[in-house]
């Protein structure tokens, strides 16, 4: 069989780029960080993989984001007998290509660079809201709760000797309910 796995970083963000008109048997695609193999739609794909399958990805980056990730997959992928291609670099890995030390050099080489991108990327945006927030024009994500529901919250905060158990139910982090708690008066 032939596959297609496709990922973005956001929901907003579209596949459209990524091997356009290629057809395939069976398309994934995820749009979550590539910094974990954690995504639903990746480890859909790996667990159908049969000794060979190809799998179709654009770039080495929207496999993973990460070096050591990146190595795994394609060890794994090649050791159950299936074939990955990365079309923009260009490179092909099969059960046969584990003996080719410039491939495994290059793609080694190129999954450093893409982890070093992403590293840039998330320094780049720290700095950012660091500048915002100094300037006074970065506030964060507005909450989802109404102020009738932040002050409900806040009642309930102080009646309710289990944190846990009152995050849980107003669905969020326990840290984000003693943000809530603490902002009395300030949202």
């Keep these: 069989m032939e596959f297609i796995y496709r990922r973005v970083s956001t929901i907003d963000q579209k596949t459209d780029r990524q091997l356009p008109g290629l057809i395939a048997d069976r ?3 995820d749009k979550l960080t590539g910094k974990h193999t954690d995504r639903p739609q990746l480890q ?3 667990t159908m993989l049969r000794p060979g399958d190809v799998i179709h990805c654009h770039e080495l980056s929207r496999l993973a984001r990460n070096t050591r990730d990146l190595l795994d997959l394609v060890e794994h992928i090649t050791a159950l007998g299936a074939t990955i291609k990365f079309h923009k670099e260009n490179m092909t890995f099969n059960p ?3 003996n080719d030390p410039f491939q495994n050099l290059m793609v080694t080489m190129l ?3 893409s982890a070093f991108e992403r590293e840039l990327i998330v320094q ?3 700095e950012g809201v660091a500048i915002a927030k100094a300037k006074g024009k970065y506030k964060g994500r507005s909450s989802k709760f109404t102020a009738a ?3 409900q919250i806040r009642k309930e905060f102080d009646e309710t000797p289990n944190k846990v158990s009152l995050a849980k139910r107003w669905g969020i ?3 984000y309910l003693y943000k809530i708690a603490a ?3 300030k949202e």
């Design 44 to 46: 859909a794909m790996l």
């Design 111 to 113: 999954a450093a660079l």
């Design 183 to 185: 902002n009395k008066g």
């Design 124 to 126: 780049r945006v720290r």
């Design 173 to 175: 982090s326990r840290g």
């Design 149 to 151: 529901q932040l002050d």
């Design 96 to 98: 046969d290509s584990e």
């Design 27 to 29: 398309e994934f695609e």
